[in-house]
């Protein structure tokens, strides 16, 4: 492939054949371990086109979805300022557990992968804005980073955006659970993720940076989020 066939700068255009192949290889690699990041990712890229044109479409419905879109702001440690967050957000805000759940769970925005293997511009972004505000999810759900939760958040994500790689993580992940875990996931966790998802608004039309300031309960309310029984 030629410089010219790239479609945005992480773009790597690969064809058919290897399209097959890096999905199979892909596959097999996130089926024996399911919470194995960059397959699971490599996964969602070649599989997710459908899914992804419809996040798309749902997002060109609203009026903050389309502003997304068009502005395609990025969420990272350079494009937000935390320090400013930790000192002007009071601390019952979104904007203030947004920032104590990071520092809490020692991770931050940057960690996210590229986008490479969307063929197709704009459904890339759609990818990396789904990427970028799964820390939003986690903030707003309260939900941590264990093995459990993150499956837990993969049956919500599953449920908001249909996306394959979030299916397999929902169906495949919780066989490197314990069995109480398992059973908590299995009863307390999946209900609360399947009726949460399919009732709260869809997520990927909120523009979350103009919520920082936002109190934490009052914009959960706003989106329809329930805690999950455990929360």
């Not at 986008?115 to 511009?121: K, S």
């Not at 609360?192 to 109190?215: D, N, R």
Request: hydrophobic share 40%.
């Amino acid at each position: 492939m030629t410089e010219k066939s790239k479609l945005y700068d992480t773009h790597i255009p690969i064809s058919g054949i290897e399209r097959t192949v890096l999905t199979v290889g892909s596959a097999i690699a996130a089926l024996k371990n399911p919470l194995r990041g960059d397959m699971v990712a490599t996964l969602g890229e070649t599989t997710g086109h459908l899914f992804l044109t419809k996040m798309r479409d749902q997002m060109l419905q609203s009026k903050d979805g389309r502003r997304i879109l068009r502005e395609r702001p990025v969420i990272s440690t350079t494009s937000i300022d935390f320090d400013t967050l930790k000192k002007n957000c009071a601390p019952n805000t979104f904007g203030y557990a947004y920032v104590h759940w990071l520092e809490s769970e020692g991770v931050t925005p940057d960690t996210r992968s590229n986008v490479q293997f969307v063929d197709d511009e704009e459904l890339a972004y759609v990818m990396n804005r789904y990427r970028q505000i799964h820390d939003f999810f986690h903030t707003l759900t309260g939900l941590g980073v264990t093995v459990e939760e993150e499956i837990a958040l993969k049956w919500f994500e599953w449920v908001q955006t249909g996306l394959p790689m979030t299916m397999l993580a929902s169906l495949f992940g919780p066989l490197r659970l314990t069995w109480n875990e398992r059973r908590r996931l299995y009863v307390d966790y999946v209900p609360w993720a399947v009726q949460c998802g399919a009732s709260c608004k869809p997520l990927m039309t909120i523009y979350f940076e103009h919520h920082f300031y936002t109190p934490l309960d009052e914009f959960r309310r706003n989106l329809g989020i329930i805690l999950p029984p455990s929360k």
